[in-house]
């Protein structure tokens, strides 16, 4: 590994705090070390990057008080402030947050891996999407700044929040899917409890005290600790009303238990996927491997939406495979700082060890690998290996990897592949490299009712997001983007009256004298 340069050091600190009911908290207890896997000495060993409170039950129970008292069950300040209120709390706390965009970058490389230009990527990507945010939710309003009549009836017909919101964010972008749950939730009136992945924790330590400048006491409280700790007792109580979590089905279904009320328990989830990758016979083979290659190993395959396997055309899986396996040995392993790094460090000390069973138990399957350095190992990485032929039989076919690996299963018919999708347990996305309509056609008219998403001659991905990001069957529940997630984290509620001379003065006063909040036909710019 080359020298950390001075501008991408890390000085170890300690996370003293927390954030609950608008105080931050200091914390006497117990701390939790994190270790970055990136070494910072010539001779290898784990980075201590500082250390975050380890809260307990108490602690959990305190923030979901507060969540509810800000809530009142509809009563608080914050469900029913004007729209353009929340908003300008959302605009303060992304001004504020901007300000700390170089730590958070460098605590996201450490801590996770992710290469500077993904980090930075990701920052960006996150503030413009509660920009997007902002102005979805000003066209939402503004639609909805108008009577409708039918039947001798009007109606005034808005979206309000749904209540507390329990969120569990991901390691893989900590920053951007965790805000794509946090930041409609907050500005449709909800209140939150946000306890952040085990990786990617840190990070959110220089953005503290935006969130508590920006918003009024309770709206969002910040918990840190074991999420097996501090989740399930405020689960159990019974007092959350909307559980937004992306990570993976036995944690969504475990918290889903321990809740008393399932009927009233709003879901919003990301969660895992095997997206395949098809190479029809016809497909431009450099445009395709070059596609395959970015889709299966961006931030080392750690991605919900990458190519988990590869389908290639019987006809063309020689030439296919050939050429895939000397691009991936081609790939540059390093540190995130370093120019033109496609691999790095595994955040998960765990992961390498994983990927190697995959790999055992492939090979003792009949798989061989077919790049000259696959498998290779270091204290933090192993290289991505490309397996063939896979079966039906191995592990890698049906578990998700989310890392450094990549399987390849060869058809002679499209209907092959159909059968396989669906039979999966997975249906978020799919990528289709081809040029024939005859053969491009029924398989897409087949594959939209299988996934939610097809992406043709590209690699999977969430973005943009403004497009829908959800999936079927075990993938999902809800649907995020700019524009679905402001309704999955808010519910229609209306005020209706007869159309009579009386009832119009009435709503005549309350509109002339601006009194509700509801009730307004404000435009906001």
């Not at 409609?184 to 990786?199: R, S, W």
């Not at 405020?234 to 009927?263: C, F, Y």
């Not at 990301?270 to 070059?290: I, M, Q, R, Y």
Request: net charge neutral.
């Amino acid at each position: 590994m080359n020298k950390i340069p001075e501008e991408h050091y890390v000085k170890p600190f300690q996370q003293q705090t927390y954030l609950i009911n608008g105080k931050l908290r200091t914390w006497n207890g117990d701390f939790t070390n994190i270790y970055s896997t990136i070494s910072s000495t010539e001779q290898y060993a784990p980075t201590l990057l500082g250390s975050v409170p380890n809260l307990g039950k108490e602690q959990a129970l305190e923030a979901l008080q507060s969540a509810c008292d800000a809530y009142n069950k509809g009563k608080g300040l914050w469900p029913t402030m004007k729209v353009k209120d929340r908003i300008a709390a959302l605009l303060k706390f992304v001004k504020l947050m901007e300000k700390k965009r170089d730590e958070v970058v460098k605590l996201m490389m450490w801590e996770i891996g992710k290469s500077l230009a993904d980090s930075r990527k990701e920052f960006d990507r996150t503030t413009e999407y509660i920009y997007d945010t902002i102005e979805a939710y000003k066209k939402l309003d503004n639609e909805s700044s108008k009577f409708q009549q039918r039947d001798g009836v009007y109606a005034l017909i808005r979206r309000g929040p749904l209540g507390v919101v329990l969120c569990l964010g991901p390691y893989n972008y900590p920053l951007n899917e965790t805000f794509a749950l946090i930041i409609p939730a907050l500005v449709m009136g909800n209140t939150v409890i946000f306890k952040p992945a085990k990786h990617g924790v840190l990070l959110f330590s220089p953005i503290l005290e935006a969130f508590q400048e920006a918003f009024p006491q309770g709206v969002i409280n910040i918990l840190y600790g074991r999420g097996r700790t501090v989740a399930p007792p405020i689960m159990q109580t019974g007092r959350i009303d909307v559980l937004a979590l992306i990570g993976n089905s036995k944690t969504a279904i475990a918290l889903q238990d321990e809740h008393p009320n399932k009927n009233r328990l709003r879901l919003v989830f990301g969660l895992e996927a095997k997206n395949p990758g098809v190479v029809l016979p016809d497909a431009n083979l450099d445009f395709a491997v070059s596609e395959c290659i970015k889709g299966a190993l961006s931030f080392n395959g750690q991605r919900c939406t990458a190519l988990k396997i590869l389908y290639v055309h019987q006809d063309i899986k020689d030439e296919f495979i050939k050429r895939f396996a000397e691009k991936v040995d081609e790939l540059k392993f390093g540190n995130p700082w370093e120019d033109n790094v496609m691999l790095t460090p595994l955040p998960e000390v765990e992961k390498p060890a994983y990927i190697q069973e995959l790999i055992d138990d492939a090979l003792a399957k009949g798989a061989t690998i077919q790049n000259k350095k696959g498998g290779q190992r270091t204290e933090n990485f192993i290289f991505p290996a490309v397996l063939y032929p896979v079966t039906k039989e191995m592990r890698v076919y049906s578990e998700e990897q989310f890392g450094p690996l990549v399987p390849i299963k060869s058809f002679t018919h499209s209907s092959e592949i159909i059968n396989e999708i669906a039979d999966s347990k997975y249906g978020q996305q799919i990528s289709l490299f081809g040029e024939d309509p005859n053969t491009l056609a029924p398989l897409i008219d087949t594959l939209v009712n299988l996934v939610c998403r097809v992406n043709l001659n590209s690699l999977c991905q969430r973005g943009p997001d403004v497009f829908p990001f959800t999936g079927r069957k075990d993938s999902a529940v809800g649907t995020l983007s700019v524009h679905d997630a402001l309704r999955s984290f808010s519910i229609r509620t209306f005020v209706s009256f007869q159309n009579n001379d009386y009832n119009r003065q009435i709503v005549d006063n309350l509109l002339n004298t601006n009194t509700s909040n509801f009730i307004n036909t404000d435009y906001i710019l």
